[in-house]
């Protein structure tokens, strides 16, 4: 076996590990990457991307179905081929791929180890042909679909985010169990594909949003395009060539189910019990998240593996984090971003800053608009859903927001850079607000929430500040 010493062995070479190399490289150290699997990354392979592309162009079919309110003729006639769909998605997908190890591990040379690790010690790492001596390690290892054991033994009948783009054709129907951002987002696009789809959730609520509002108006919308069974645990019998599901009163047959019920991270085999600190129930040790220390070891945890923020921005600070701390040999800590969330369905549905299970009513004021009457929403045949932003009641300092809406994408980033800069809705209203945009829904919003707080502009106009003089 191979023996080696470095400076710091980073285990995953996902958007985590990446971000931790760059900067252990930035300090001058040496370093081992270990990566078990497929390189390239969750996100670029089987996560963010592929299923953008999918939605992509999803969505562009769809569009079909609103051209013919203003005489745009033939739209009926559009057929898609599902082969070609799907060829497409791979395609960018391994573009994506490409460019992700073109950047990073292709230019690497012993550094990058192509095997699962495992712990010997907190500071030694045994792969299978290898054992590396660091100094310091990080954890970066990610998380994959969880499919309960009962469910793997129907086969390719069950699939996940770990398949679905590698299919050459799509299922004539789909149950989409679990609700959450991915089963929200994939089910949506195979529904507006042409597969008969049918979701599920053992939870009252889809997508993630907590705010009664932002909930019910999602059901509304999302229901219409395709029927959404919740409030009962699924189970699921092999029957013929197909599945039955099962929920409540509810009895399906359909050719393939996508389970989307959640990940679990990346730990097995991993020996996470020889660092000598005890796992919580998923085998996770206790780690500050602002110095991703795992208690006062040499190590570190950064990314989906922790299960604590599983977006891609948040992986790529945990990893910085990680990296930088690795590197220096210290343990500095590091503010975190605002928490933003953003589930690519149509409309979005995103969610910003404080949750609203967090709020406390006494002290918060809520601002709400729906976008029904919002002029650029009807202009693009979007105009559904609801945005609330929250506030401080005595401030007016801006808490954060959730949202189903058209663009939320965008407005949801407004809103977190403006939280991140601490700023009033009063602040707010004094910024520019173009028209027709719409962005125009989140100044109604503001409108709406500036009425509720105390704190108000001085200088006669609430949308001008007065010079001097
Ligand atoms: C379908 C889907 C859609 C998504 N969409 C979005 C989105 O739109 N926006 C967003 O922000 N986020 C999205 N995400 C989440 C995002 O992809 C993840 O947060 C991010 O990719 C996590 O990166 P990571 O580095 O933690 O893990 P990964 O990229 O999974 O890297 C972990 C690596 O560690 C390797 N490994 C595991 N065990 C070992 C071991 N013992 N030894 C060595 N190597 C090991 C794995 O093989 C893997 O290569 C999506 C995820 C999915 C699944």
Redesign the pocket.
């Known amino acids: 076996m191979h023996k080696r010493t470095v400076d710091v062995a980073i ?7 990446l971000n931790a190399m760059g900067q252990v490289r930035r300090a001058g150290k040496t370093f081992a990457l ?6 390239g ?3 670029a392979r ?3 991307m592929p ?2 592309a999918l939605i992509q162009v999803a969505e562009d079919y769809h569009r079909r179905t609103t051209l013919g309110r203003y005489g745009v003729d033939g739209h009926e006639e559009l057929t898609l081929d599902l082969g070609e769909v799907m060829e497409h998605v791979q395609d960018l997908r391994d573009t994506f791929v490409d460019r992700v190890l073109g950047n990073s591990t292709d230019n690497l040379g012993e550094e990058f180890i192509q ?4 712990f010997v010690e907190p500071t030694l790492l045994e792969t299978a042909t290898q054992r590396i001596r660091a100094s310091r390690v990080i954890i ?4 994959r ?1 969880l499919v309960p054991k009962t469910w793997q033994d129907l086969g390719e009948r069950v699939i996940t ?1 770990d398949d679905i783009f590698e299919l050459t054709d799509l299922p004539k129907s789909v149950a989409v169990i679990g609700l959450g ?2 089963g929200l ?2 089910g949506q696009s195979l529904h507006r594909l042409g597969v008969s789809v049918a979701g599920f959730d053992q939870l009252g609520y889809v997508g993630g949003a907590q705010d009664p509002e932002v909930q019910r108006c999602a059901l509304e919308i999302l229901g219409k395009e395709f029927p959404i069974h919740l409030g009962h645990p699924v189970s699921l019998a092999a029957e013929g060539e197909g599945v039955r599901v099962t929920a409540g009163d509810q009895s399906i047959l359909v050719e393939r189910v996508l389970c989307s019920i959640g ?1 679990v991270p ?1 730990v097995e ?2 020996g996470l019990e020889r660092l000598g600190v005890p796992l919580d129930r998923r085998g996770i040790p206790a780690y500050n998240p602002n110095t991703m220390q795992v208690g006062d070891l040499p190590v570190f945890i ?4 922790n299960g604590d923020r ?6 790529g600070d945990e ?1 910085r984090i990680a990296g930088y701390n690795a590197a220096q040999g210290e343990a500095a800590a590091f503010r975190r971003k605002v928490p933003l969330f ?1 589930n ?1 369905c149509d409309p979005n549905i995103a969610i910003v800053g404080a949750r609203w299970n967090d709020l406390d009513p006494a002290t918060t004021a809520v601002g709400q608009i729906l976008f029904a009457p919002v002029g650029r929403a009807l202009i693009m045949g979007k105009n559904k859903g609801v945005l609330r932003v929250y506030g401080d009641k005595a401030s007016g300092r801006i808490l954060g927001a959730e949202m189903i809406g058209p663009k939320g994408e965008n407005l949801a980033h407004l809103l977190a850079w403006c939280i991140e800069q601490d700023l009033t809705v009063g602040r707010l209203l004094r910024m520019p607000f173009y028209h027709p945009v719409i962005e125009e829904a989140l100044q109604a919003a503001l409108y709406d929430l500036y009425a509720k707080v105390d704190a108000k502009n001085q200088g006669g106009l609430v949308e001008l500040e007065r010079l001097a003089g």
């Open positions: 285990i995953g070479s996902g958007t985590a590990g270990i990566n078990g699997g497929e390189p990354t969750t996100c089987v996560g963010c299923s953008k095997e699962y690790a495992h970066a290892t990610g998380s679909p985010t951002t991915i987002e994939l990940r990346n085999g991993l950064a990314g989906d593996v599983p977006i891609l921005h948040e992986a990893g953003i690519f």
